[in-house]
């Protein structure tokens, strides 16, 4: 089992700068994919950014590809997004989710991941 709690989370404006985080607990966090998901109002939820168990490996939705990073910290139990150059388009709530496989490509996450946060809220503003 894998608990997920996300932070980070607020208002700023666009072009601004925000950074998610992700602390883990369970036993398999280290053999485990962690990866950022996102749900905006009225809309379905969609992928946003993978992490492999090592950290070696990483795969962006083209909508954040450049701005957006995502990383790891083994010895803290937990996974970040860095989010930069913000628009309003991505607002949402940003959920932070696990999985035992690590897929890169589109369509990997359709069905999502196994472990699911609370979720987020991110807020641009215009």
């Known amino acids: 089992q894998v608990q997920l709690v996300e932070s980070g989370g607020g208002l700023v404006q666009a072009g601004g700068s925000l950074r998610l985080s992700c602390a883990a607990s369970?036993?398999?966090?280290?053999?485990?994919?962690m990866g950022w998901f996102r749900q905006a109002p009225e809309k379905e939820r969609e992928f946003v950014a993978v992490?492999?168990?090592?950290?070696?490996?990483?795969y962006y939705a083209d909508s954040v590809k450049g701005r957006f990073t995502i990383y790891r910290d083994h010895a803290a139990n937990s996974m970040s997004l860095q989010m930069n150059y913000l628009k309003p388009e991505d607002t949402a709530v940003y959920y932070c989710?696990?999985?035992?496989?690590?897929?890169?490509?589109?369509?990997?996450?359709?069905?999502?991941?196994?472990?699911w946060g609370k979720g987020t809220l991110v807020t641009v503003s215009s």
């Open positions: 992490i492999s168990w090592t950290g070696g490996n990483t």
């Open positions: 989710a696990a999985d035992p496989l690590y897929c890169s490509g589109v369509g990997c996450y359709e069905d999502g991941m196994h472990y």
């Open positions: 369970g036993d398999s966090f280290s053999r485990i994919a």
